[in-house]
């Protein structure tokens, strides 16, 4: 149908476009933000692109439905101030049967945002986990900056004093963090330390010179110490990492579903099922909100328009939270959606609901 094909182009055109705008927006700034992490010598620049890109599908989440409702709103208002709405009312075509020619367009839309959010979000949350938890083990001591505290995995590293070359460092504190609680908390303080090169080893492997190392078990008032001459720390490669994300955000959906009794999983599991549906109450809202006097132009009523849309992302993203405190139950997210989509079907109606509420009043008084 000539009228589908016309409409289909308008629409996914203008969302690529808004959706391309808002992503180079959002990512920009963590871009910035990554950049000056990087210039404070706390992150490898070389995997800040690999950071963006493990990132994006997570703001696609949310970014996808709000270009495609932004689209709708501009194509459908531009119907209307060019007056094509006009001439495919006069042919018999209201907006509620363009929308319903709009409808396998929006399910492809549905689709890619499921994608998204089953496999595509997850998938990249738990790659950038797992690159910024590499960072960390796998930096130590190239993120050293002279009397400056950092922090890097289960190490906190301090030097006063640190060579051109970063092999010498002198007054080094080290704190080594356990994992294990009934293992202790390690302390060590050296004169001198100096970067070791050891064939077929990629870890961060220092000699420290003079100095104590402490152990402590937290919560217990004995410790034990020794002073050493001379001392080897070895700082855990990434090799030896092992990554196990324990973020219900970055866990695959088929572990969500295993678990869904927990409060906090069953969260994050119905919101991967029911925010895809924002696609379709998006088209909903745009058709009822998108109708201006040609004489106001199309961009009257976007603002307005794109808070009402935002509302319902936010409520969502609430009820989230509130879910996970089991304050309120899963059925929260389908009757939020419901509730909205009631809105814009009711709104789309309000002419005729006016005109009908005029004559019962005339009535009335007659």
């Known amino acids: 149908m000539i009228i589908r094909r016309y409409l289909v182009k308008q629409v996914v055109s203008t969302s690529l476009v808004v959706i391309a705008l808002l992503t180079l927006i959002m990512m920009g700034?963590?871009?910035?933000?990554?950049?000056?992490?990087?210039?404070?010598g706390r992150l490898d620049v070389s995997i800040l692109f690999s950071i963006i890109g493990y990132r994006l599908p997570e703001f696609l989440t949310l970014i996808l439905p709000l270009g495609f409702f932004i689209a709708l709103m501009l194509v459908f208002g531009r119907l209307y101030v060019d007056h094509e709405m006009a001439v495919f009312n006069s042919s018999g075509l209201s907006r509620n049967h363009l929308a319903k020619l709009l409808v396998p367009?929006?399910?492809?839309?549905?689709?890619?945002?499921?994608?998204?959010?089953?496999?595509?979000?997850?998938?990249?949350?738990?790659?950038?986990?797992e690159l910024t938890s590499t960072q960390a083990i796998r930096s130590g001591f190239d993120l050293v900056r002279p009397k400056e505290f950092i922090s890097s995995g289960p190490y906190t590293i301090?030097?006063?004093?640190?060579?051109?070359?970063?092999?010498?460092?002198?007054?080094?504190?080290?704190?080594?963090?356990?994992?294990?609680?009934?293992?202790?908390?390690?302390?060590?303080?050296?004169?001198?330390?100096?970067r070791v090169d050891v064939p077929g080893d990629t870890a961060s492997v220092v000699d420290l010179t003079e100095g104590r190392r402490y152990e402590i078990l937290p919560g217990q008032p004995k410790y034990s110490h020794i002073e050493f001459e001379s001392y080897r720390l070895r700082l855990e490669n990434n090799k030896e990492a092992k990554f196990d994300s324990t973020e219900v955000d970055a866990l695959p959906t088929t572990q969500l579903w295993?678990?869904?009794?927990?409060?906090?999983?069953?969260?994050?599991?119905?919101?991967?099922?029911?925010?895809?549906?924002?696609?379709?109450?998006?088209?909903?809202?745009?058709?009822?909100?998108?109708?201006?006097?040609?004489?106001?132009?199309?961009?009257?009523?976007?603002?307005?328009?794109?808070?009402?849309?935002?509302?319902?992302?936010?409520?969502?993203?609430?009820?989230?939270?509130?879910?996970?405190?089991?304050?309120?139950?899963?059925?929260?997210?389908?009757?939020?959606?419901?509730?909205?989509?009631?809105?814009?079907?009711?709104?789309?109606?309000?002419?005729?609901?006016?005109?009908?509420?005029?004559?019962?009043?005339?009535?009335?008084?007659?």
Request: proline letters at 4%; zero cysteines.
């Open 258 to 366: 295993e678990n869904r009794q927990d409060p906090v999983v069953a969260s994050e599991l119905w919101w991967r099922v029911f925010v895809p549906f924002t696609v379709f109450v998006a088209l909903f809202l745009a058709v009822a909100l998108s109708e201006v006097n040609p004489r106001q132009g199309r961009y009257l009523k976007l603002f307005p328009s794109l808070l009402i849309f935002a509302s319902l992302i936010v409520v969502l993203m609430a009820l989230k939270t509130r879910i996970t405190k089991e304050e309120v139950g899963v059925w929260s997210y389908p009757a939020v959606l419901i509730a909205y989509s009631l809105f814009a079907a009711l709104f789309s109606r309000k002419q005729k609901l006016t005109a009908k509420f005029k004559n019962t009043t005339k009535q009335v008084r007659s």
């Open 105 to 129: 367009m929006t399910i492809v839309f549905m689709i890619v945002q499921g994608f998204l959010m089953f496999w595509a979000g997850p998938w990249g949350v738990r790659k950038y986990e």
């Open 29 to 40: 700034g963590r871009l910035i933000k990554y950049f000056g992490v990087a210039a404070q």
């Open 158 to 194: 301090y030097a006063g004093d640190l060579s051109e070359d970063r092999k010498r460092l002198r007054d080094i504190f080290v704190y080594q963090r356990s994992g294990d609680v009934k293992k202790p908390d390690i302390i060590i303080m050296a004169r001198e330390a100096e």
